[in-house]
């Protein structure tokens, strides 16, 4: 069964300091991997997308994701946090082999302190 | 470029009532996609409309229904409200039933009381 995880409920940063958000998943194919963005009471943004390709993709608001085939992980990462960067954040996966169907991780509550 | 819009942005109803959601897809995309998201938890998959049928449907009971219009607008209907159905309820719009990524809707909170 497809699934993804967000081991960590919350991350705490300092504003300056880099941050990773961390994502693993599971799917019997290929995986597209994508990270969303949800501000309070708003709906959720579209940061990047893995399809194919480099590991390392760049994405909106300085923010890139390593795709890691070994380690089946797609970890979120920013060289240096913004306050503005706190809001919650979701990791998601599709098997590209069957349907198109987005499978969501439980978000993680992103927090940085000035 | 409009992107993807929900109406109403709030709303509220009593528990055994009905009640219709509308999205308007982002510009130029022909699939729409709806989720249920409970406060505190990620999005949970409800259905997803491509040329005006049911393509996928996720673990939510037939009370749950749809529609695609030809302009790939999409209605999400809800019927027999429970206080359990209070969420918010995200559209997102996508090309080629969602093959890449979604663009999403500010969504409809919908509060059973």
């Known amino acids: 069964a497809q699934s993804v995880a967000q081991p960590e409920d919350q991350v705490n940063v300092a504003e300056g300091n880099p941050l990773t958000v961390k994502c693993t998943y599971s799917v019997s194919g290929n995986p597209y991997l994508f990270w969303y963005v949800q501000y309070p009471n708003r709906g959720l943004q579209f940061l990047l997308k893995y399809i194919t390709g480099d590991n390392l993709v760049k994405g909106s608001y300085g923010f890139e994701a390593e795709f890691n085939k070994s380690q089946t992980s797609f970890h979120l990462k920013k060289p240096s946090a913004l306050v503005s960067d706190s809001a919650l954040y979701f990791c998601a996966v599709r098997d590209m082999d069957s349907n198109y169907q987005l499978i969501w991780g439980a978000g993680t509550k992103l927090i940085i302190k000035p | 470029d409009a992107g993807v819009t929900q109406s109403p942005t709030h709303l509220i109803k009593t528990r055994g009532q009905q009640v219709t959601l509308r999205c308007s897809p982002k510009s130029g995309h022909d699939t729409v996609s709806w989720y249920q998201q409970a406060l505190g938890q990620g999005p949970q998959f409800i259905f997803q409309y491509y040329e005006e049928e049911e393509r996928q449907r996720g673990n939510f009971p037939d009370r749950f229904s749809g529609h695609q219009f030809p302009n790939y607008s999409s209605e999400l209907n809800v019927n027999a409200l429970l206080l359990g159905d209070s969420a918010l309820y995200l559209c997102?719009?996508?090309?080629?039933?969602?093959?890449?990524?979604?663009?999403f809707g500010p969504g409809t909170r919908l509060t059973v009381t």
């Open positions: 997102a719009s996508s090309l080629v039933q969602g093959r890449y990524e979604q663009y």
